[in-house]
């Protein structure tokens, strides 16, 4: 069974920093992208960024409204990804959500974690 | 960036009924490897999304025939055959032609 399992989620003041991990199982983790989408309450989803392979460089890529602040990491051998978030601001309070996107033609987005609540506030 | 639009923005439906949502896209969603790189998902009530149909037309596994995706290019078409109470919950179409994703603003089905 495919499972993503996010970790990390809480409050943080403003300008802080937090990182979130996204642990897998069920699948050949090294074989996918990981996307990070995250939600704003009564919001619809939003793409935060992307983590390619190996064989695709493990190329990353990040919305406009968070890059230079957050970063995008993997460790294959732990079938783990993360997200480092730092320089927090309130509008980036929302659920973060890992997913899965094979590396193969033809691929899509299909398995979402549960989430993870981020609350930036002072 | 590619802009994802929905309608309607909210669907009552009653159960038996049938229901359709549309999904425009600022750009053709072709890939070049021949696949048009749209999806839709459901999210349910305090759940995550779920996948229901991927490369427009592909039903997830465990997605009921009721549901059938539509379209080419920059039109879609979302229809559930029979709505059923289960199906309520907020609809988003999604495209990974290019990064950054990006969804549609989502369509809230609810039972009339």
């Known amino acids: 069974e495919v499972q993503l399992v996010e970790s990390g989620g809480g409050l943080v003041q403003p300008g802080g920093s937090l990182k979130l991990a996204c642990t897998t199982s069920?699948?050949?983790?090294?074989?996918?992208?990981i996307h990070w989408v995250r939600q704003a309450a009564g919001r619809g989803p939003e793409w935060v960024g992307r983590?390619?392979?190996?064989?695709?460089?493990?190329?990353?890529a990040y919305a406009a409204s968070v890059k230079g602040r957050f970063a995008v990491s993997r460790d294959d051998s732990e079938n783990t990804a993360y997200l480092q978030m730092n320089s927090l601001r309130s509008e980036d309070t929302a659920v973060y959500y890992c997913?899965?996107?094979?590396?193969?033609?033809?691929?899509?987005?299909?398995?979402w974690g549960q989430g993870t609540l981020v609350t930036v506030s002072s | 960036d590619i802009v994802m639009t929905q309608s309607p923005l909210s669907l009552p439906v009653i159960p038996g009924e049938p229901a359709s949502i549309s999904c425009t896209s600022s750009?053709?969603?072709?890939?070049?490897?021949?696949?048009?790189?749209l999806a839709w998902y459901l999210q349910k009530p305090g759940q995550s999304p779920q996948l229901l149909i991927s490369?427009?037309?592909n039903r997830a596994s465990g997605v009921p025939d009721r549901f059938s995706g539509s379209g080419s290019g920059t039109d879609f078409t979302l229809k559930i055959s029979r709505v059923e109470a289960e199906d309520v919950g907020v609809y988003y179409c999604?495209?990974?032609?290019?990064?950054?994703?990006?969804f549609g603003g989502g369509t809230k089905v609810e039972i009339k």
């Open positions: 997913t899965r996107r094979l590396e193969t033609s033809g691929a899509f987005v299909d398995y």
């Open positions: 069920g699948f050949t983790f090294s074989g996918s992208a």
């Open positions: 983590i390619k392979n190996k064989p695709n460089n493990y190329a990353t």
């Open positions: 750009q053709s969603l072709l890939h070049r490897n021949g696949y048009t790189c």
């Open positions: 490369l427009v037309s």
């Open positions: 999604m495209q990974d032609l290019q990064v950054p994703l990006t």
